[in-house]
């Protein structure tokens, strides 16, 4: 069983520093994929949530930070979301070390977790930074829809961006899973 103390336990090695640097890479290619595509997805959490599955909360919450914080210099906008893509790399992380990505249900959960969280913590910044808009059309136009249709700027911003969370956090856990258990015993053993 997996104690507290081991949940956060976190050692930076060579491959550690890899993985790190090779997960702000994946993040930032996913954003760099999606402004250029105007994919209606964030898509910069790959890298964070793989991060988190192989080094833990500690590992995903340096690469969400540093991917942000890298991508920031393109976007500004991005500076503003570090806190959400630390949320990711922590939940992940948390998950991963108490094995919950190991079955479908708690596959969903993981999900579910993700969608929330990133809700709570990116609502409040829409609503502030943005006037509610996610900065992705797709829900954006959902955002205006609701308002529309008399939804408070809040509760809009709310469900237009959990929609968007949803569709992007299912996609990114999935493939993150994929390339996780696909990865061969060899390299999985230093991140034991």
């Known amino acids: 069983m997996t104690t507290r103390k081991d949940i956060w336990n976190f050692k930076l090695t060579n491959a550690a520093l890899f993985v790190i640097a090779a997960g702000i890479g994946v993040n930032y290619i996913g954003n760099f994929l999606t402004s250029v595509f105007h994919i209606p997805l964030w898509m910069d959490s790959i890298g964070t949530i793989l991060s988190a599955f192989l080094l833990g909360p500690v590992g995903g919450l340096t690469v969400g930070f540093f991917s942000n914080y890298a991508y920031g210099f393109i976007d500004h906008i991005s500076y503003l979301y570090t806190t959400t893509s630390m949320v990711i790399g922590i939940t992940a992380g948390i998950f991963s070390r108490t094995t919950y990505f ?38 954006d136009d959902i955002f205006s829809y609701l308002q529309y249709h008399g939804i408070g700027l809040f509760m809009a911003s709310f469900l237009a961006e959990a929609a968007g969370e949803f569709a992007d956090k299912t996609l990114m856990v999935v493939i993150s899973i994929l390339c996780y258990r696909n990865l061969p015993k060899s390299i999985l053993k230093h991140f034991q």
């Open 102 to 139: 190991q079955h479908w249900y708690r596959t969903i959960l993981l999900i579910f977790m993700l969608v929330i969280l990133c809700d709570a913590v990116s609502t409040p910044l829409n609503v502030i930074a943005m006037a509610g808009n996610s900065g992705i059309t797709l829900w």
